[in-house]
């Protein structure tokens, strides 16, 4: 699948497009099949997110996964902070980005 | 230290009221992203990947207690609770929001601080030595220097869109401490006959195509260095490679003319400037250097000191090194914690080493290029109840120089330009030869690695460097041996084929071995690597 990926304007969060607005969870992410790089000018444009791009990614059992690497890390935080993630305690939560 | 004049003050605060305007006029849709990139880059503001990251300039890694204070609270504030000192003595903040930036400027700008030229095509921060003004070998304090670089360098006309980054260092001893000659210009501050100038080298760099910078003058007189280097700077702004931004940088420049055709068109620059006479007036130096003058250093103290705790001693022994009063000492702070992250410190951290700054430092500190910071003058007679302090807060790591203390660069857990992380090889790493003993008996090894081959962890100039790699989406290491940033600089060569993050730890490990095995008395790893070539090496690694 496809999904759509980019920062919050404001507070610079890393946000995914969920079909109808965005959300910090990747687990949320639609699937934008090619109409990805129109929506993310179009969500740029409407000063909702900065930096948009879309990636491949699949459905397997823990929900949505980023194909990269880059993008797992972004979608949990550091994997050196596991305090900071997003799963702050969930300690295999690691494991999913590598 | 340097306190601004009303110039520098008046400029700094016009910027954070500009960039304010900016960011509103960006946050309300007047600007673009496009048109609002550049702008927030001049102020040190990056988008990196989990949120905006402010790069905060500190000149020649001179801090003050209160700027250091400053630090500290704005990473409480505004971000969550920690900063990243790195490998250009400056500090970055990870998680800033767009909207908070300019308010933090404002902060910065209260303590005479900002984040200007941290990043674009222009001259970038100067750095310099660590142990300025208070090592005995330098023939004089070069931070004098540096300071009028920075004030000629900054909102330069000339000089702000340059085909790349420039990157200057400038030192005054003989012993490198700030690798020199691995930026785009180096200056060496030398006595010719009892006068003061510098040696200067160009065209030094790491990145996808690391060199070691060519001496292109022996000596320039200390009133001239600004018109040589504006020479400099403007022959590689005229003919630097804009075409390419992979061969834009200064060093791709003097390679591809030849040191000498380089030099002679520095020299041709430079004959031309001295006629229009663009030195600065002497006066400005003279009132730059009081204020790296002496502090009030005690007279007669001693050197004694009691060495019946042994972590003590093991400390003292690995982070102090000699000053030049009699009586006191530099005292290096490790930020290099067993399993910890290069470079790191906690908000409490940075408060607590603002206030020994100004309890026992004369109310003045520094940060190293190898992410480790200083308390430059320290009587020896308080370096227990330092110890102490450092010891209740995490910062008493006795690793200076030895196979713990990497260098690493942010690497894929932070870095939007990264293709592997570097921080959890520096965590095994660390856990690997964690064994005070054997690192002691490694004796001084520098490990330095990047995510990427931008190469901001220094992997070029280590004794072992890293590198690491994205092969198919997975993280690959890169190891290289031999290289280094110091007096002797050279630059590392790779030893083969990659590894995984485990493979690395267990080649350098078996590096490490084959130098333990072959050294000869009072060899460091890199003397034995040169002695022996790779060849050896390279068996031992790959069979």
């Known amino acids: 699948m496809k999904i759509l990926t980019g920062n919050d304007l404001s507070t610079g969060d890393v946000i995914w497009w969920a079909g109808d607005g965005w959300s910090r969870q990747v687990g949320d992410s639609a699937d934008v099949g090619d109409k990805g790089e129109e929506m993310a000018r179009a969500e740029e444009a409407a000063l909702r997110v900065v930096g948009a791009y879309v990636i491949d990614a ?7 996964r980023p194909a990269h690497i880059k993008d797992r890390i972004r979608a949990l935080g550091p994997t050196v ?5 997003l799963k702050p305690n969930d300690a295999d939560a690691g494991n999913w980005v590598i | 230290m340097y306190r601004y004049d009303s110039y520098d003050q008046s400029i700094v605060d016009a910027r954070v009221e500009e960039f304010r305007d900016q960011t509103q006029r960006r946050l309300a849709g007047q600007l673009t992203e496009d048109q609002f990139k550049p702008l927030r880059l001049m102020n040190g503001l990056y988008l990196q990947l989990h949120a905006y990251m402010l790069r905060v300039a ?4 001179t801090l003050s207690g209160r700027q250091m204070r400053k630090l500290g609270e704005i990473a409480a504030k505004y971000d969550r609770g920690y900063g990243h000192f790195t490998t250009r003595q400056n500090l970055q903040y990870n998680w800033i929001k767009l909207a908070d930036a300019p308010d933090i400027l404002a902060e910065l700008a209260t303590v005479e601080m900002h984040a200007i030229q941290t990043s674009g095509n222009c001259i970038r921060n100067i750095s310099s030595d660590q142990y300025a003004g208070v090592s005995a070998d330098e023939v004089t304090d070069p931070r004098p220097w540096a300071e009028l670089l920075r ?7 000339e000089f702000t869109y340059l085909p790349r980054k420039f990157k200057i260092a400038v030192i005054a001893s003989e012993e490198d401490r700030s690798a020199m000659r691995l930026h785009d210009i180096g200056l060496k501050l030398v006595s010719r006959d009892g006068r003061i100038g510098a040696e200067v080298y160009a065209g030094g760099g790491m990145g996808r195509t690391p060199m070691v910078a060519p001496q292109i003058r022996d000596f320039v007189p200390e009133d001239e260095i600004v018109s040589y280097l504006e020479a400099c700077l403007r022959v590689y ?3 630097g490679r ?26 041709e620059e430079y004959a031309h400037m001295r006629e ?11 009132r730059i250097r009081p204020f790296f003058a002496n502090p009030a250093y005690e007279a007669g103290l001693s050197d004694d000191l009691d060495r019946s705790d042994p972590a003590f001693a093991l400390w003292v022994d690995r982070q102090i090194a000699a000053h030049k009063q009699p009586g006191y000492a530099i005292v290096n702070i490790s930020l290099k914690p067993k399993g910890g992250i290069p470079g790191d410190a906690s908000a409490e951290q940075i408060a607590l080493v603002a206030d020994l700054a100004e309890t026992y430092s004369f109310d003045e500190l520094r940060v190293t290029h190898a992410q480790n910071l200083v308390l430059p003058h320290v009587k020896k007679a308080d370096l227990h109840a330092i110890w102490q302090k450092l010891d209740e807060a995490g910062l008493a790591e006795a690793n200076l120089d030895l196979i713990t203390d990497i260098i690493a660069c942010p690497g894929l857990d932070y870095c939007s330009l990264a293709n592997a992380r570097s921080i959890p090889l520096a965590q095994k790493l660390s856990e690997r030869f964690a064994s005070a003993e054997r690192q ?10 990047s995510g990427c081959i931008n190469a901001c962890g220094h992997h070029h100039a280590g004794h072992i460097g890293v590198l690491g790699v994205d092969r198919k989406g997975v993280e690959n290491f890169q190891l290289s041996l031999g290289g280094s940033g110091a007096e002797d600089a050279s630059v590392g060569q790779i030893t083969g084929p990659g590894f995984s993050e485990d493979g690395v730890v267990d080649a350098i490990e078996k590096v490490t071995n084959l130098y333990v095995a072959q050294r000869q008395e009072g060899e460091r790893f890199l003397d034995t690597y040169r002695r022996l070539g790779m060849k050896p090496f390279k068996e031992a690694i790959y069979g």
């Open chain 2, 276 to 286: 229009l006479g663009l030195n600065p007036p002497t006066e400005e130096l003279d």
């Open chain 1, 81 to 85: 902070r596991p305090d900071l993630t």
């Open chain 2, 440 to 449: 002691k008996d490694l004796g001084e090894l520098k490990v330095k690695i």
């Open chain 2, 242 to 267: 804009r075409d390419n931004k992979y061969k834009a940088r200064i060093k791709i420049l003097v390679h591809e003319l030849g040191v000498e055709e380089y030099k002679r068109q520095v020299e």
């Open chain 2, 151 to 157: 004030q000629w360098s900054t909102f330069h006309p």
């Open chain 2, 237 to 239: 702004n005229r003919y």
């Open chain 2, 58 to 61: 500190i000149p020649y890694g």
């Open chain 1, 58 to 64: 699949t459905v397997e059992a823990g929900g949505v």
